[in-house]
């Protein structure tokens, strides 16, 4: 509040409970980084993401801050936007995302770290190719929510097909261009400008 902050984005991670740090040696993975080891048991995920949103509504009430759920409810008091990274928790269902909405969810990533039922991510071999069919279903009820698409981790195939599949501008909120390093997760100005064009931004 001294600081004259607004809003913030807090993010939950819906790959969380089987993520590690490492991957030395892992194909396309230099130095430590996550990554998951193991597929999570059914329901797993979504159980963990539960809990983590309790725990940030239970930050936002200790701390007398506001929810942000639309643009009006930015002002003098801080506010929270809640994200999500990754669609694991819906274990491929577009339908679940209608619970998360009432629970506060603005912004979400398709995919972190496990390729999971909807598309491919930057840092394993593709599987799918791309967005799938149940993953164009899912950016579709993202838009009809009003749930911004995020893009973050998602594959240049895949980025190329949710900026098809979105009515609305999406964007990649953390990222960095490639540059003379090579890293799984820097992308080319090509993939920038997937999410450019679309009237998106690329953080």
């Not at 643009?71 to 998360?100: K, M, N």
């Not at 909405?101 to 390729?115: A, E, K, N, P």
């Not at 450019?196 to 953080?203: L, Q, R």
Request: contains cysteine; negative net charge; charged residues 25%.
């Amino acid at each position: 509040a001294e600081g004259g902050v607004q809003a913030i984005v807090l993010s939950t991670i819906a790959d969380y409970v089987i993520s590690k740090w490492g991957g030395e040696g892992k194909p396309g993975m230099p130095g430590a980084m996550l990554y998951n080891d193991r597929e999570p048991e059914p329901g797993e995920c979504y159980s963990d993401i539960n809990a983590q949103i309790d725990r940030i509504d239970h930050w936002i009430e200790a701390h007398g801050l506001v929810r942000i759920l639309g643009p009006g409810d930015i002002g003098d008091t801080p506010g929270v936007i809640l994200a999500i990274e990754g669609g694991c928790h819906l274990e491929g269902r577009p339908e679940r995302l209608a619970e998360f909405y009432d629970r506060g969810l603005r912004s979400m990533q398709l995919v972190h770290y496990r390729i999971n039922e909807f598309c491919d991510i930057q840092t394993s071999p593709p599987r799918h190719g791309g967005l799938t069919d149940i993953g164009v279903e899912l950016v579709r009820e993202m838009n009809r929510l009003g749930i911004l698409v995020d893009v973050t981790h998602a594959s240049f195939d895949s980025t190329k097909d949710i900026t098809k599949a979105s009515s609305v501008p999406v964007v990649m909120s953390h990222v960095r261009l490639q540059d003379e390093t090579p890293h799984p997760r820097f992308i080319s100005i090509d993939h920038a400008r997937l999410v450019a064009e679309t009237g998106g931004v690329v953080g």
